[in-house]
């Protein structure tokens, strides 16, 4: 059973940066996708940038940009680069291992508030 375990959530002013991080237990099955999504109070989870296996990003038009993801040597590990952030941001960030099955951290509060 894969595990994810997130962190590098916390409160920032705007403009500023964080860093979040999402480890998988073990190496990764080969073809796969990660995703980072968010969930902000009284909307609908979206889906904030994304990577597969061979490397294909894909971005939310919001965050273009702004906003980087990319993967750890061995891909088990993924990582979201916010830069420029806003307080629309606001939100629970949720790493998504996704492959033969679907994995999910517990979530990251990122709050961007002056």
């Known amino acids: 059973q894969v595990q994810l375990v997130e962190s590098g959530g916390g409160l920032v002013q705007p403009g500023g940066s964080l860093r979040l991080s999402c480890a998988a237990s073990g190496s990764i099955f080969r073809l796969h996708v990660w995703s980072w999504y968010r969930q902000a109070p009284g909307k609908q989870r979206e889906l904030v940038a994304s990577?597969?296996?061979?490397?294909?990003?894909n971005y939310a038009d919001p965050v273009k940009g702004r906003f980087t993801i990319s993967k750890g040597s061995a891909a088990n590990t993924v990582y979201l680069q916010m830069n420029e952030l806003k307080p629309e941001d606001t939100a629970i960030y949720y790493c998504g291992l996704f492959a033969l099955q679907e994995y999910w951290g517990q979530g990251t509060q990122v709050t961007v508030s002056s």
């Open positions: 990577t597969t296996d061979d490397g294909i990003t």
